[in-house]
C-alpha cells in the first residue's frame, strides 16, 4: 500500500513534514510531488491517473482547489489538508469540504498534516490487520503519555 502526498506549492512542505513524521513511524511507503490545480492541471492529472498510490493526501491553502481536483480524476480516496495562508485557513477549509455531490473529499483540521497521515493509515488499515494493531499501538503510546503527565502535575 502507498499513500501520494501532493502539495499545491513548495511553501506548503512544513504541513507535509507533520504527515511525512507519522508515515515514516508506520513504515507507510509514500511519493512526495508538487502539482498545481490551477497552474499545472496537466501534469496534476498525470500524476493522479499514473500513480500506484492506493490513497492521496493533498495539501493546499488559500483557494484549494487541489482535492477536489485529484478527486475528479480517481475513484481512490482523497484527504484534504487546508493550509493557514489568509483568513486563518478558513477559505481552505470551506474549499476542501464543500465539494459537489458526488465527488467527496476527506477533510481533517487547519494545518493538520499529522492527522491526515493517520486518518490515511486508517483507512488503509481496513484491509491490513498489521496496520490496525500499529494505529493501536499507537495510541497507547498516546494515552501512556496523557498518563504520565497527569502523574506528574499532581506531584
Known amino acids: 500500500m502507498k499513500i501520494l502526498i501532493i502539495l499545491g ?7 507535509a513534514d507533520k504527515a511525512i513524521k507519522i508515515l515514516d513511524e508506520f513504515e507507510m511507503p509514500y511519493d512526495l510531488r508538487i502539482a498545481s490545480a ?22 493546499a491553502g488559500l483557494a484549494a482547489a487541489l482535492p477536489g481536483a485529484i478527486a475528479s480524476f480517481t475513484t481512490k480516496p482523497v484527504i484534504g489538508v487546508p493550509v493557514n495562508v489568509k483568513l486563518d485557513g478558513l477559505d481552505a477549509l470551506l474549499a476542501i469540504t464543500q465539494m459537489p455531490p458526488g ?10 498534516g499529522d492527522n491526515a497521515a493517520i486518518l490515511a493509515i486508517e483507512i488503509l ?20 503519555k496523557v498518563e504520565k503527565s497527569d502523574e506528574k502535575v499532581r506531584k
Open 9 to 15: 506549492s513548495e511553501s506548503d512542505k512544513p504541513i
Open 125 to 144: 488499515a481496513v484491509k491490513d490487520p498489521s496496520l490496525t494493531k500499529k494505529l493501536e499501538d499507537y495510541r497507547t503510546k498516546m494515552r501512556d
Open 38 to 59: 490551477h497552474r499545472t492541471p496537466q501534469k496534476l492529472e498525470k500524476l493522479v491517473k499514473e500513480s500506484d498510490a492506493n490513497l492521496f493526501i493533498a495539501i
Open 103 to 112: 465527488i467527496p473529499v476527506a477533510s481533517v483540521g487547519i494545518d493538520r
